[in-house]
């Protein structure tokens, strides 16, 4: 046998698995958002540059081979979606002071994942045109899931958009149709 693996089968640990800083990221992104596509990933962390593709198809693949991210595709010929597995929260999972809220067990193909997909793309676009020298800097993003957590439970009936993005200072809130 060659040491190569069929399409699908994964490693059984995360004892092979050498995280890097952009692991953790591109992680918690992925449970930030509910689910995302590897574009998005490698927009947000490893930008346009040649070779960024497959760099980025690289670390999810590891991700995924380690248990922690669970892909799924509905066709070969269309992008994989990705989703942060129990294990992958729990490695990668935000430290008790953090608002941030870290979506596991998302139905990738559900019409709520399509839009958590959208979100997640608009996210990644946003912080990569904004990191362009000259442009204001986006500060921070809210998502829909970690404003309903800082309202704690004060939610009903109310609308809540998508992400809040605070860029320069100003915070302007996001919905994606």
Request: glycine share 10%; aromatic share 6%; with cysteine.
């Amino acid at each position: 046998m060659n040491g190569r693996r069929k399409r699908g089968q994964r490693r059984d640990s995360t004892r092979r698995l050498s995280p890097q800083q952009r692991d953790s990221a591109s992680a918690r992104f992925i449970g930030r958002t509910g689910a995302c596509e590897l574009d998005s990933v490698r927009l947000l962390f490893w930008g346009e540059s040649c070779g960024a593709y497959s760099a980025a198809a690289r670390r999810m693949r590891a991700l995924t081979d380690a248990g922690l991210l669970a892909t799924h595709t509905r066709a070969p010929h269309e992008p994989n979606r990705y989703v942060l597995t129990e294990k992958g929260a729990a490695w990668f999972g935000a430290d008790g002071a953090s608002t941030h809220v870290l979506r596991t067990g998302v139905r990738p193909f559900s019409q709520s994942a399509d839009h958590l997909v959208t979100v997640a793309h608009v996210w990644a676009l946003l912080a990569h045109r904004l990191s362009r020298p000259g442009a204001p800097r986006l500060a921070r993003f809210v998502t829909e899931a970690e404003t309903r957590r800082l309202l704690g439970g004060h939610t009903r009936g109310a609308l809540i958009p998508d992400g809040i993005v605070v860029v320069g200072g100003v915070a302007l809130a996001i919905e994606v149709d």
